[in-house]
């Protein structure tokens, strides 16, 4: 879902593993003007996702906005899939044994895989795994493909930006946690040839839509 804050006038399309988490919590902070403490119900903590959902643009609602300062941000795709095997595949073990169905596994997903596996088998984990699908789906999937529906598009690396605006905007001292760091670093020279070419051909949209650094 978008995040509106209708007292400022802003509206924020989340897209997971693109600084997804800590956005939300600080537009927790802004809405509430507290920082975001997971509550327990029946002996069940809730997440931030349980707050804002990650859901498609196509539930958007588009006319609500329409005079807010609309923002997203991107993520070079490469290096997005790459903070995807490093936070869900090797921190959150969420392709080891016991998460994989035996049909999964007779259907060629390896458990724990390592990276090349994890892209050349990327279509089979998608499938049996709905993290991993909802993690690897197309950012144009959450923020649409029309970057001229934005009043602005921040890189990831503009961050440190976007909170200031949002301070301005809020009139809070906001910061901006860091959150899912987990994992080990992994970088685009751990990929080979082949497997680099065919995450850029799987996220051909995302490139065709929107600029990178």
Do not use: W
Not at 61 to 85: A, F, G, N, Q
């Amino acid at each position: 879902m978008a995040i509106i804050v209708d007292k400022i006038k802003v509206a924020y399309m989340p897209s997971p593993k693109v600084a997804c988490t800590s956005l939300k919590m600080m537009f927790y902070k802004i809405e509430n003007g507290v920082d975001f403490v997971p509550p327990i119900r029946n002996s069940v903590k809730f997440h931030i996702h349980g707050f804002y959902p990650t859901t498609p643009f196509r539930t958007v609602p588009t006319e609500r906005m329409k005079d807010y300062y609309r923002i997203c941000v991107v993520r070079d795709p490469v290096k997005r899939l790459l903070s995807c095997y490093s936070n869900r595949v090797c921190f959150h073990k969420e392709l080891n044994e016991g998460m994989l169905s035996l049909e999964a596994v007779n259907s060629g997903a390896k458990p724990n895989p390592d990276l090349e596996d994890f892209v050349e088998r990327l279509e089979i984990y998608r499938k049996f795994s709905k993290s991993i699908a909802h993690h690897t789906d197309l950012q144009t999937n959450f923020i649409g493909r029309d970057k001229g529906f934005y009043s602005r598009v921040y890189q990831i690396s503009e961050l440190n930006e976007l909170r200031q605006d949002l301070s301005e905007h809020s009139d809070l001292e906001l910061e901006l946690p860091h959150a899912q760091n987990g994992g080990p670093k992994v970088s685009i020279a751990d990929l080979s040839a082949n497997a680099l070419e065919k995450i850029r051909t799987f996220y051909r949209e995302d490139y065709q839509c929107y600029q990178f650094e």
